[in-house]
């Protein structure tokens, strides 16, 4: 079985986006008006933005969990020109993460370690895994040089 590792990050996000989609994962209603981050000038172009960044959030914390919102404020944020000067980075906005977390969470998705942040449960493992492995077939039949790696 092949895992989250093996499959090119922008195939397995935009497939696991797809999927939470027609799951129950609440969008907040202020979704089109927000921007991600101090670092961005205008909101996202893309109207499914949302599912893209829980699907991304969810990628990510099976990689580096257990991890905080704190962290992924982080890694989310960007740089952000001020003058003449260098950019200087500027996290991403804390609620858009805590919310696509709240969501995952509720779809039993993710789990909260105590003072630690957050990790994905079994069954976040699961659907991630059997997704990466779908992906990889996929990959093979179009390139059967990648055999090797099923």
Not at 15 to 43: C, Q, Y
Request: proline share 6%; with cysteine; aromatic share 6%.
């Amino acid at each position: 079985m092949a895992k989250v590792y093996d499959v090119p990050a922008d195939v397995l996000i935009g497939k696991l986006a797809d999927i939470l989609k027609n799951e129950d994962i609440p969008a907040p209603s202020w979704i089109p008006f927000v921007k991600t981050g101090a670092h961005a000038d205008k909101p996202p172009q893309n109207r499914d933005w949302w599912h893209t960044r829980c699907a991304s959030i969810m990628r990510k914390i099976y990689l580096n969990g257990p991890i905080g919102i704190n962290e992924l404020r982080k890694d989310y944020g960007g740089g952000k020109p001020s003058g003449y000067g260098a950019a200087h980075h500027k996290d991403a906005g804390g609620a858009i993460i805590r919310n696509a977390i709240h969501g995952l969470e509720k779809l039993g998705y993710l789990e909260k370690v105590e003072k630690k942040g957050r990790v994905v449960s079994k069954q976040g493992m699961q659907k991630l895994d059997r997704l990466a492995t779908e992906i990889l077939k996929e990959m093979v039949v179009e390139n059967p040089q990648l055999k090797v790696y099923t």
